[in-house]
Every structure is written in C-alpha cells, then in structure tokens.
C-alpha cells in the first residue's frame, strides 16, 4: 500500500508539471513525461539487498562494496555534514546492460554548450534519455543542425532528494575506491544544488567525493593506494585539458572568418591529441578512449570536460585558504 501509494504521488507531481509545461512547449512535455516513465521503470523495479543476494551469485568485490553503503552514508552525515537521505537502500538489478544515455552539444566554432531548459533545475548542458534510439535520434538533429555532439552511457545519476534514489548493480563491480567516491558524488547532489549552475554543481560534487573517499580509506592502504593511482592518472589528462581547453577556445576564436575554418580546426585537434601522448599517462587506454572521444565528439568533449573537471585548482584553492581542509566546513557552508 505504501508503494502504491508513493507511486501515485509520483504520476500525480510528474503530471502537474507536465500539463504547466505542456501549456507552453509540446515537445519539452513529452520529453519530460518519456522521462518520467524511464525513472518510473526503474524506481518500480528495484528491489531489496537481502533480496538481489539471494536472486545472485555475488563476486567478493560486488559482496564488500554493498556491505560499505550504510557505512559511506553514516560517513556522509556524520563526518561530512551531508544532508541524510534514504538513497541507495534498495537496487535496480540491470542484468549488465546500460539504462541511461547522455548528450552533450557544442557550437561547432565555439566552446559554447547548448543548454535545455527545465523546470526547477534551470538550464543544463547535458539531457538525459532512458531509451538509446531517442538519445541518437537527438544526437543526429543536433548534428544535422551544425553542433558537435557527444553522447555516452552513464552509470549514475541524482533526483537531487526528490526521489529514493536505487543504486545500480554495475555500481558494485567498481573498485572499492571509485564506488566510493561514485556514492559521495551523488549523495553530495542531495544536499547541494542550484538551479542554473551546473558546471559548479557537478565540479564541487567531483571535489568534494574524491577529498571524501581519501578521508574515507584513511586505513585502507591498499584501496587508498589503487584509488589514488587511478586518481593521478586521470589527473594528468585534466592537466593537459586545463591547459589546452583554453587555447583550443582561442583558437577557434581565430579561424571563426577563416574559409578553411573546418580543415583548421581538424588539424588543432590532431595537434592536441598528438600532444596527449606526450603527457605521461601510463593507461594507454585512457590515452586511446580519449583520442577517440576527441576525434568524435570534438568541441562538446571540452564541454564535457569543464562541466565536471575545469574549477578543480580553484576549489582546491578555496578548501585550503576558507575552509582550512576541512570537508565538513565546506559543505556546512554550501547546504541550505
């Protein structure tokens, strides 16, 4: 009766907004109401722990990483000051496959991200689809329009506390240190979000989960240990993009009234990745996932990049000079 109950709530809020938004844009209230079935599906399937152990075999690392969540959440609000929620108490079982694809768009001559508009979150540079055929069918007209775009599956996402948000079971297949620091991202959304600003959003949620999880493993050396060389590799590639997203931006600005301005800008971007190589990276598979991402989704991969990654050296700055390296105080002066 509760559940019957939570989900007649749901289609009666989801339906509100729909009909105020469907009164002036068609299309964004189908979008939200294909949307709104997507994460339906998923809250109406998930299922118990107790309940997806007995239904699996699970491996050692899938069995440590569920016994850690009441541990990461009790972390969360105790040490941290986030706000307590009851995510991640029940899981969506994926059977392997993903469920969610991501879209990112950028002026093709500009570092400029398209956004959408939705209601309560504000404007965004990234949408979202539960169905694979929709997220290409958009990402083919934003081609077809002129835009670069990128699109990926995502193993993650938040409905900022308005929902009991499940975890996924491709979640328990990572590392001790990611999954981690995956939960302190999403659960950090729940207690910090504002409308309109999601390059701060997602960039202070990436900071403050990777100060987290290396607080967290203190006295795990050997999970501490691996998460941080996983860590300082990703670290050179955000280097290199820090110090170069700015000059591809330059660039672009230069060519914008060149006749060869396509030919141009392929070039640049060969330049940049031959550069890459030289950065050190050990993985050569992140080298290789990169130069591809690059050569596919050009501009909207450095879109992708400053909405999570580009203010990491300033909050990084701020959490040493305001907050005296202290996680608890920071997000104390972030949560409302």
């Not at 994926?94 to 001559?109: C, F, G, R």
């Not at 607080?215 to 110090?243: G, I």
């Not at 501009?299 to 305001?322: G, R, V, W």
Request: proline letters at 1%; charged letters at 20%.
């Amino acid at each position: 009766m509760l559940y019957l109950r939570f989900v007649r709530l749901f289609i009666s809020y989801l339906a509100f907004i729909v009909l105020c938004v469907a009164v002036y844009n068609y299309e964004l209230s189908m979008y939200l109401l294909r949307q709104a079935k997507g994460q339906l599906y998923v809250l109406s399937g998930t299922q118990s722990f107790e309940a997806f152990k007995a239904n699996n075999t699970l491996t050692e690392k899938e069995s440590i990483n569920l016994g850690l969540i009441d541990q990461i959440k009790k972390f969360s609000v105790d040490s941290l000051a986030y706000k307590p929620t009851n995510n991640f108490t029940s899981i969506y079982d994926q059977q392997n496959k993903p469920i969610l694809w991501v879209i990112t768009a950028s002026e093709k001559y500009q570092l400029k991200a398209v956004e959408w508009k939705f209601p309560l979150i504000g404007s965004v540079s990234y949408k979202g689809f539960f169905n694979k055929e929709l997220a290409l069918k958009e990402k083919n007209n934003l081609r077809a329009n002129g835009f670069d775009v990128g699109i990926r599956s995502v193993s993650a996402w938040s409905t900022l506390g308005w929902f009991n948000d499940p975890l996924l079971s491709s979640h328990l297949n990572k590392s001790k240190g990611n999954f981690c620091n995956l939960l302190f991202h999403e659960l950090f959304h729940a207690t910090f979000y504002e409308a309109n600003r999601i390059n701060d959003n997602e960039n202070l949620a990436n900071f403050i989960a990777h100060k987290a999880t290396q607080q967290f493993l203190k006295n795990d050396t050997l999970a501490l240990n691996e998460y941080m060389y996983d860590y300082f590799e990703r670290e050179k590639l955000n280097k290199f993009l820090h110090s170069n997203t700015k000059t591809h931006e330059l660039f672009l600005n230069s060519i914008s009234t060149h006749k060869n301005k396509l030919i141009l800008k392929q070039k640049q971007l060969i330049f940049l990745i031959k550069k890459l190589k030289n950065e050190g990276i050990n993985k050569q598979k992140l080298i290789f996932i990169t130069e591809e991402e690059i050569l596919i989704e050009q501009n909207a991969y450095f879109i992708d990049y400053m909405q999570y990654s580009s203010q990491q050296d300033s909050l990084e700055n701020a959490f040493n000079k305001f907050y005296k390296g202290s996680i608890k105080n920071m997000v104390r002066s972030l949560a409302p």
